[in-house]
C-alpha cells in the first residue's frame, strides 16, 4: 500500500512531536514531513528553494498548517496555496492554538477545508491529530 503523505507546518517542536506520535499511531503508511516555517512550507510544496530535489514528486495529499509561524504566517501561507494552480486544490487543515475570532475568520476566507484548535491536554492532542489522519486520509476524497 502507497503511503500518504502529509505535510505538517509547525515551528513548535512539542506540538511537532506529539502530532506526529499521534499520526504514527493512527495509521504508519503515512508518511508525514515536516517544515517550520511558511517560507519552507512554499518552498516544499512548490520545490524550490531546498525542497527542488521534490521537483516531480507528488504534493501531499493534506496540509496541517499552523497560523502563527515565523517568516511568513501560516495565513499567508495559505493565501499563497490557494493562489497557485498547482496547489489551489490541496486540503489544507489549520491546526493551531489560536481562539481568536479573526483567525478563524481569515482562515476560511482564505479557503481552508477545516479549523482545528489544538487541545492543551496530551490525551486530547492525541486523540485530535489522530482524528485528522482518519478522516482526512481515510474517508475524505479529493480530485485527484
Not at 486540503?91 to 489560536?98: E, F, K, R
Not at 496530551?122 to 489522530?130: C, N, Q, R, S, V
Request: glycine share 4%; charged share 25%; net charge negative.
Amino acid at each position: 500500500m502507497a503511503k500518504s503523505r502529509i505535510l505538517l507546518v509547525e515551528d513548535n517542536p512539542h506540538d511537532r512531536v506529539l502530532t506526529l506520535r499521534a499520526l504514527e499511531e493512527e495509521n504508519p503508511a503515512y508518511c508525514v514531513d515536516t517544515v517550520e516555517d511558511g517560507i519552507e512550507a512554499m518552498d516544499y510544496l512548490l520545490a524550490t528553494g531546498a525542497h527542488s530535489n521534490r521537483a516531480g514528486e507528488a504534493l501531499p495529499r493534506l496540509v496541517l498548517l499552523d497560523i502563527k509561524l515565523p517568516k511568513m504566517d501560516g495565513l499567508e501561507v495559505l493565501e499563497r496555496i490557494r493562489a497557485n494552480e498547482i496547489t489551489r486544490l490541496l486540503p489544507v487543515v489549520v491546526l493551531t492554538s489560536s481562539a481568536q475570532q479573526k483567525d478563524l475568520i481569515e482562515s476560511y476566507r482564505l479557503g481552508i477545508n477545516s479549523y482545528i484548535q489544538k487541545p492543551v491536554s496530551y490525551d486530547e492532542f492525541i486523540k485530535t491529530a489522530k482524528q485528522l489522519g482518519t478522516y482526512w486520509l481515510g474517508l475524505n476524497k479529493t480530485p485527484r
